[in-house]
């Protein structure tokens, strides 16, 4: 079985035809490191579940890149505020390791809707889900220093920092890589 | 029939059982101006609906109220980031004027998951429209400045500049009720 069945079965109950409906709905996409799933200016077409892989989330600030955002393995990954409304995206999502994907359009969502007993659950759940995760998300990135910022990384994402690049995990904290440095040396240090 | 079920029928459709579920589920709940739908630090226990009225949304900030947010009847109200995680509110909800709801609190909620057959689409539905909304809020909120807020203000609230108190509007602009008086005076002038 695989893992975004695993995953939706947390959520609802299915039977074995709808487990049936969901695998066809849901079509794979394999990106390699550097691609993209979603690009700035592009509408989001897709909800995506990582089987394998990791992507990050970013906006372009003034030529600089601020990275929001990290989904890896058994999350689902989208931009709401462009799949929902159907609008152009102003944030970009990249894989930043070979990432191996299973995507829903919108279109097949609504028939997941209609054709799961369940499937608003899972939309309503999901939605849930991702609403409170992006509203801190978003006041974090505004308000937070950089030393909350890293330290709030470190609490969200155990298990990543070994995975990411240092200039994405410092793009993401709001600063240089060089100050990044400087803060985790003063993290491990004695007070 | 109230604005509520009215509002309801507009997102799904319900048998005259299920509206007499639904009227059961919600409580009727009456503020005075000034009164409290939600203190900073408690719980948030209900969703409200809005039948007649007008309600803001603040945070302290280093204590100065900044407001946030406003919702008018036939409108949801509520703090999901303390009502579906079950933990304190951050934010303050305050009647403007009297105001006239139906609440219904959490454990209502999943009875209306579970006993109105499109319950769960009301609920996805409705999470989708704050989420997008809320996002933008907090968007904008961060980002952008006073003039643009004020006719973000005009734009998103155009019916309510007569009926909330200038210090209100002030306040969600951000900047202190004289700064209001010179950027309303700059966008009647001619360039």
């Known amino acids: 079985m695989s893992l975004l069945i695993t995953t939706i079965k947390k959520l609802i109950t299915i039977s074995a035809d709808e487990e049936a409906i969901l695998t066809n709905l849901f079509k794979p996409l394999n990106l390699k490191a550097g691609e993209?799933?979603?690009?700035?200016?592009?509408?989001?077409r897709y909800v995506g579940f990582i089987e394998e892989g990791l992507v990050r989330y970013y906006m372009n600030d003034d030529g600089?890149?601020?990275?929001?955002?990290?989904?890896?393995?058994?999350?689902f990954v989208s931009n709401y505020q462009s799949f929902l409304p159907r609008v152009p995206s102003n944030t970009s999502i990249q894989a930043i390791e070979d990432t191996v994907l299973q995507v829903i359009n919108y279109a097949d969502m609504q028939r997941m809707y209609s054709?799961?007993?369940?499937?608003?659950?899972?939309?309503?759940?999901g939605i849930e889900?991702?609403?409170l995760n992006s509203i801190q998300q978003l006041k974090s990135f505004y308000k937070d220093s950089p030393a909350d910022r890293y330290q709030e990384f470190l609490r969200c994402y155990p298990d990543l920092a070994q995975r990411i690049p240092q200039y994405y995990i410092a793009s993401?904290?709001?600063?240089?890589?060089?100050?990044?440095?400087?803060?985790?040396k003063r993290l491990v240090e004695p007070k």
Do not use: A, M, W
């Open 36 to 44: 993209y799933f979603l690009e700035e200016g592009q509408l989001c």
């Open 64 to 75: 600089n890149q601020k990275t929001l955002y990290f989904n890896k393995e058994g999350e």
């Open 115 to 125: 054709d799961v007993k369940e499937g608003e659950r899972l939309g309503r759940l």
């Open 129 to 131: 889900h991702v609403f």
């Open 172 to 184: 993401y904290v709001g600063i240089k890589p060089q100050s990044l440095s400087r803060i985790r």
